[in-house]
């Protein structure tokens, strides 16, 4: 569900919020009808500056690297509490979050940095890297500031995935999953017009099934760019249309029926 914020209410728990983000400076499951909006259903909303990014002309094919979204050290700094109390958000979204670990020492997250359990971050399929953001966990009202740096999660119903401290801040690690609201405060590019998009589909269980499905992909959208790559013990399948176009993706999404797996609209960059 999506609305637009009102005043940042009272101090906004500033006390509670400060806390679990201070710290670093100082020293099977039930199913919801709350659930991420597509792309397409976000109203507009302000960008934070950020250096020009190249332009393309018109039915180019842009570079296939995604350049790095660096965030701060521990995720967030303290320019960016200062920010989130003077701010008032501008959008909301309510959702399931879970917590997630890297499966291996050194993995990169999708911003280009290598993951951190305690960094205070966390990863959403859709919004632009990078975005500032508050997780309130709705049953105990815990609040924590965390950066988007990762993608994520590829599961039916979840909205977030937040690494062990910021999951340990809201009072989620030891529970694993629970309802939270996402306040968004700052988007370095903007969420409604824009992007490099694709379409991920898994989890496949075994590689030939993903081969299987790359192989008609690739013979159904030759423009695009297919390729399929291993995960957490499965294998998952990419669809990057022909300059990265949302509009090309979205519609892949709603069209892609997989017989294994589901199919899911993820911002690049």
């Keep these: 569900m999506i609305s637009t914020s009102g005043a940042w209410k009272s101090s906004f728990r500033l006390a509670g919020l400060l806390v679990p983000v201070l710290t670093l400076f100082g020293c099977g499951h039930r199913r919801t009808t709350s659930v991420a909006p597509t792309p397409s259903e976000l109203a507009p909303v302000r960008s934070a500056p950020t250096a020009s990014s190249p ?3 018109s039915g180019s094919r842009q570079p296939s690297r995604i350049p ?15 920010y989130v109390a003077t701010h008032t958000p501008i959008l909301t979204q309510e959702g399931l979050a879970t917590w997630y670990t890297a499966p291996y020492k050194g993995r990169k ?26 997780v ?12 988007i740096t990762d993608r994520g999660p590829f599961v039916e119903d979840r909205m977030l995935d937040l690494t062990t401290a910021a999951a340990k801040a809201i009072g989620l690690y030891r529970i694993g999953m629970t309802q ?21 589909v898994g989890a496949f269980h075994n590689e030939n099934d993903a081969l299987k499905l790359k192989s008609e992909l690739m013979r159904k959208y030759a423009d695009a760019n297919v390729i399929e790559f291993p995960g957490t013990d499965s294998y998952w399948v990419r669809i990057r249309p022909e300059g990265d176009d949302r509009k090309v993706a979205e519609q892949i999404a709603r069209h892609l029926q997989p017989s294994e797996g589901e199919a899911y609209l993820t911002r690049l960059d």
């Design 68 to 82: 790095i979204t660096p965030a701060p050290p521990g995720g967030v700094n303290a320019e960016d509490m200062e």
């Design 109 to 134: 997250s999708a911003n280009g940095q290598v993951f951190d359990d305690d960094a205070m971050t966390a990863a959403h399929r859709t919004l632009p890297m990078g975005s500032l953001v508050v």
């Design 136 to 147: 309130t966990n709705l049953k105990t009202g815990q609040s924590t500031v965390l950066r």
């Design 180 to 200: 939270v609201r996402m306040d968004v405060y700052q988007t370095p590019k903007p969420i409604d017009s824009g992007g490099r998009w694709c379409v991920q």
């Design 55 to 57: 332009t393309y002309s």
